[in-house]
């Protein structure tokens, strides 16, 4: 099922427009220089800075909750939770990314990873490129449908809460249109409640109309109608998308060997800078 879903992701990726002969597409665990230089930087990475990260914090409290625990030393939680956010920034700094496109949501782990660079160049002298972050300036936080207060999330509990990838056209209109807006009758650019904010959102993603023209196309027009056009633009990319992913799907082989050229480019690189920092560290290399 593991397996399964790692090639799903994949086919995804490749679905969504990631081109393999511009970009190298792999499973993070075929190139074990992920994990050592994960290991490498956990050394040098104060436990504090893990324990202030708020997704950390927020899954902590869930995975409690699920356990039946109220351990404020957090007993039950697993390490991997704490050190993921180091994996991360191994998986940037492996290969000396300079701009790292983010969500919000994840702005604060990217910040994570130039601190723990900045932290190592102090410490064994310059090795990683510290990477900047890019925001996108329209859809940095999508919110949930049934609950605009929280980021949409695949994890979340709710049918209405998010529009999967490969949810059926007729169930993503649904969703939208069962969207929680307000109890205003139209949209009001001058006060906008939050669900209504978030549908504009994701009709400003998709459709990259500026500002201004968003608000001549939709100021005074009532939410139902609202509803309908953001459907209308989420089904003219959804539809498109999914029948790339089913051509995709159709040829496992295809599929692996786009994976296995894509481990295969890396690895030198990724190797390279885990040679560098074993030399910097003064660790063992052959």
């Not at 050394?43 to 950390?56: D, E, K, N, S």
């Not at 723990?116 to 940095?140: C, D, H, M, Q, W």
């Not at 082989?253 to 030399?279: C, F, H, I, W």
Request: charged residues 25%.
């Amino acid at each position: 099922e593991l397996r399964a879903k790692i090639l799903e992701i994949a086919a995804l990726f490749l679905a969504a427009g990631i081109d393999p002969k511009v970009a190298s597409l792999m499973v993070q665990s075929a190139v074990p220089a992920h994990a050592e230089l994960s290991w490498m930087l956990t050394c040098v990475t104060p436990i504090g800075w893990l324990q202030r990260m708020t997704q950390f914090k927020a899954k902590a409290a869930q995975w409690r909750e699920k356990a039946g625990t109220d351990d404020d030393q957090m007993a039950s939680v697993g390490d991997g939770l704490l050190q993921y956010p180091v994996l991360m920034a191994a998986d940037i700094l492996l290969y000396q990314a300079h701009i790292v496109p983010v969500g919000d949501d994840q702005a604060q782990h990217l910040e994570l990873t130039r601190d723990i660079a900045e932290r190592f160049n102090s410490l064994y002298g310059e090795t990683f490129v510290v990477p900047a972050t890019k925001l996108p300036s329209v859809g940095a936080r999508i919110m949930g449908l049934d609950d605009p207060e929280k980021k949409m999330s695949k994890s979340a509990q709710g049918a209405g809460h998010a529009i999967a990838l490969l949810d059926p056209p007729d169930v993503a209109r649904k969703k939208i249109m069962r969207a929680v807006t307000d109890t205003q009758p139209a949209v009001d650019f001058e006060n906008l409640g939050a669900g209504v904010a978030n549908l504009l959102s994701i009709f400003q993603a998709f459709s990259e109309w500026p500002d201004d023209r968003m608000r001549a196309e939709f100021q005074g027009k009532r939410y139902g109608d609202l509803k309908k056009t953001v459907a209308e633009m989420v089904l003219s990319h959804l539809q498109p998308f999914q029948q790339r992913f089913r051509e995709i799907t159709g040829d496992p082989s295809y599929l692996a060997g786009v994976l296995a050229e894509g481990a295969a480019k890396v690895a030198p690189v990724a190797n390279d800078t885990v040679r560098t920092v074993k030399q910097r560290m003064g660790l063992y290399t052959e």
